[in-house]
């Protein structure tokens, strides 16, 4: 078979299966597969997949016709123009999170500290922390999370990005390690993108979503619980003046917003799809 009709063969089971988007995941598997570019296959069209390629290939369209998400079956996924490696024992890097991401780097930089200290609250695949140290080379991150897995990947991606050296990684619950280990310490910004999706819409995810740590994303009753802890905590942790930057999802503004009433600003900020999806406040 060569590359055009398998492609062509993929693109319509995975339609059939109604995944969302047949002919791209159909593209971005057989490339992972070649260890080419999806514009590659276009220029090798009938070029023959041997039978070792056109296995793995078939194994891989038929787990993402099962609903697996395409990041976990290639391992990586693009976030802030940087490769991120994930597996399924982290949550997916969102576009959504550039947001938050590209808010820290304005306050930071708009802040003049010479060494700031910036805190990553349930880190995951590092994603956040490992951006935040790239586009700050004078940066310096501690960057939490409760599960030691999700602290292996993100340390992978931070050596993979060569900013290792600037980010220590602490294992436990919020804010409670670093309080434990650097008491008194405080820092110029706090960022969280912690599980938020209400308990009651987890049933109603994407097939995608639901293969990924329920531990990301059950944010209990009114999706809030995490940032109700989260917020004390930083009060204690960040610098006069510093900021936390949560994310947030659709309808949780106004709630996420009276959390930061002890706070002397708080704004709401939307994404690019015009949803609110980030508060940022100032102690
Ligand atoms: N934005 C994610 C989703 O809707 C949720 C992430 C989170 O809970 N932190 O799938």
Not at 84 to 93: W, Y
């Amino acid at each position: 078979m060569d590359i055009k009709t398998a492609l062509a063969t993929a693109r319509a089971f995975l339609q059939e299966k109604e995944i969302e988007t047949p002919r791209l995941d159909a593209e971005v598997l057989l490339a992972h597969v070649l260890r080419c570019s999806r514009a590659g296959l276009y220029a090798n069209s009938h070029r023959q997949l041997n039978e070792n390629e056109l296995n793995r290939y078939k194994k891989l369209v038929e787990k993402r016709a099962c609903g697996q998400p395409v990041a976990y079956l290639v391992g990586h996924k693009e976030f802030m123009g940087l490769d991120f490696t994930v597996s399924p024992a982290v949550l997916i890097p969102r576009p959504d999170t550039e947001l938050l991401v590209e808010t820290a780097v304005s306050l930071l930089k708009k802040s003049g500290a010479a060494e700031p200290l910036a805190v990553d609250v349930g880190t995951g695949s590092g994603a956040i922390a490992v951006s935040l140290a790239h586009f700050i080379p004078e940066l310096h991150v501690l960057a939490v999370d409760v599960s030691e897995d999700a602290l292996a990947a993100a340390r992978q991606n931070a050596r993979l990005h060569g900013v290792e050296n600037r980010i220590k990684f602490l294992h436990g619950n919020l804010l409670e390690p670093v309080m434990e280990q650097y008491p008194g310490l405080k820092a110029d910004i706090i960022c969280a993108n912690l599980p938020y999706v209400p308990s009651g819409d987890i049933p109603q995810l994407a097939r995608e979503v639901k293969n990924e740590p329920i531990t990301a994303l059950d944010g209990g009753p009114d999706g809030l619980d995490f940032y109700r802890q989260l917020v004390p905590q930083a009060e204690k942790t960040i610098k006069p003046g510093g900021s936390l930057l949560i994310e947030i999802g659709p309808g949780q503004g106004k709630p996420a917003l009276e959390l930061f009433n002890n706070w002397s600003e708080a704004e709401l900020y939307h994404d690019l799809g015009g949803r609110e999806r980030l508060v940022a406040a100032q102690l």
